[in-house]
């Protein structure tokens, strides 16, 4: 029927290498929730072996994270992340898009609405045009501004045009990718230049339609263009243990790993965690809409954070922040989580950033 692009289902040589990176896998056991059993799913559905309705295809297209981690391990380069934006396509259609991503995606494919946002929380502005433009994420600008603050403290002279539209990940995500890529196509119109973006999720997206030499992710710029990050971030008198929480999108989409390691290592203790490359559970609205199994994601996570005695663990992604700091919270953790733009402009002088309890406030 070729519902999917030929080129690249069949691409899947089925050897079984992305099963161990895949954390829906680790948490079942299960082939089906395998990045091999879901390519075999799509097959089932691309010839008309299961309908579009089979419970096995509609449960396993949504139990997903989208996370991608079977990408970069995969020999035969199979683009699972655009196999998966298909059968969300085709599944997620209608009354089938849970109604929480529908809400979302109408909000964020509103400018009117995210302009409104920026107003009531005063993001950061600045003057239009230039060679280098920020991006405004629309979650970003709902829950996290000061982060578009501190990124342009830490790029003097970009651009920040007001009334940008959402970049359409959203939208690529939940069922919906021709919207995505419109978006993202507008999107890039509005922002002049190489554009910067403090979101990982946002970064992967845009570099699909925009094309990657003119998106950058925050910390890839900085390392390529800035000067090495100033100043220190201590916590009780010694310099601050900190870990990172990768962006899914941005280390297995873009392969972005190596810089913000490096700008955190220029300001603090970088402490290597187990899992941190992995999922954090946020996933776009996975967190929302699944919060049983993004908790079941991210619980190890936390532990492991928490095991190696850190005092921040730091987000590229402000999705990843939200889901880090709420898992914190609950369990009246010490560990704070904080975006690298945040960390990099408390380092040199600037905002302070939330103190690290002195001890967890209860276990588990
Ligand atoms: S997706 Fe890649 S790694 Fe996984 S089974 Fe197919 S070819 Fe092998
Ligand atoms: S995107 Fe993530 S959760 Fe989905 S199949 Fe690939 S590794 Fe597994």
Not at 132 to 160: D, Q, T
Request: with cysteine.
């Amino acid at each position: 029927m070729n519902l999917f692009d030929p080129e690249l289902l069949d691409r899947c040589i089925s050897c079984g290498f992305c099963l161990p990176a895949c954390p829906t896998y680790a948490l079942t056991g299960d082939e089906g929730s395998s990045p091999r059993g879901r390519i075999t799913l799509m097959r089932a559905l691309d010839t008309g072996v299961l309908p579009v309705d089979d419970p096995r295809i509609r449960e396993e297209a949504s139990f997903c994270l989208g996370c991608r981690a079977c990408e970069p391990v995969c020999p035969a380069g199979v683009q699972y992340g655009q196999l998966l934006e298909t059968w969300r396509d085709l599944t997620w259609t209608g009354r089938h898009r849970p109604v929480l991503a529908r809400g979302l995606m109408t909000v964020a494919a509103r400018t009117a609405l995210l302009r409104l946002l920026g107003l009531v929380r005063r993001p950061a502005r600045g003057p239009a045009g230039g060679p280098v433009s920020l991006m405004l994420g629309c979650f970003e600008r709902g829950l996290f501004p000061g982060v578009s603050r501190a990124a342009r403290a830490l790029l003097p002279g970009v651009a920040v045009p007001a009334g940008q539209g959402c970049c359409g990940a959203l939208h690529a995500h939940n069922g919906e990718s021709a919207a995505g890529e419109e978006m993202a196509r507008r999107l890039g119109e509005q922002l002049p230049g190489v554009v910067v973006t403090t979101s990982g999720g946002c970064a992967a997206h845009l570099a699909t339609v925009l094309g990657r030499e003119r998106v950058h992710e925050l910390s890839e710029h900085l390392v390529a263009t800035g000067p090495t990050p100033v100043g220190e971030v201590r916590v009780d008198g010694r310099r601050a243990r900190v870990a990172l929480q990768d962006s899914c999108h941005l280390r297995n989409g873009l392969g972005v790993a190596a810089q913000p390691r490096a700008l955190i290592a220029a300001v603090a203790e970088l402490v290597a965690v187990p899992g941190e490359a992995s999922c954090c559970g946020a996933a776009g609205t996975y967190a929302m809409l699944r919060p049983r199994d993004s908790r079941r994601v991210l619980d190890p996570k936390l532990d492991a954070v928490e095991a190696a005695g850190v005092d921040y663990v730091v987000a590229v992604n402000p999705g990843c922040l939200r889901q880090l700091q709420t898992g914190l919270r609950r369990r009246g953790s010490r560990v704070r989580a904080v975006h690298l733009a945040d960390l990099l402009v408390h380092a040199a002088g600037g905002r302070p950033l939330p103190r690290p309890r002195r001890r967890a406030l209860r276990a588990g």
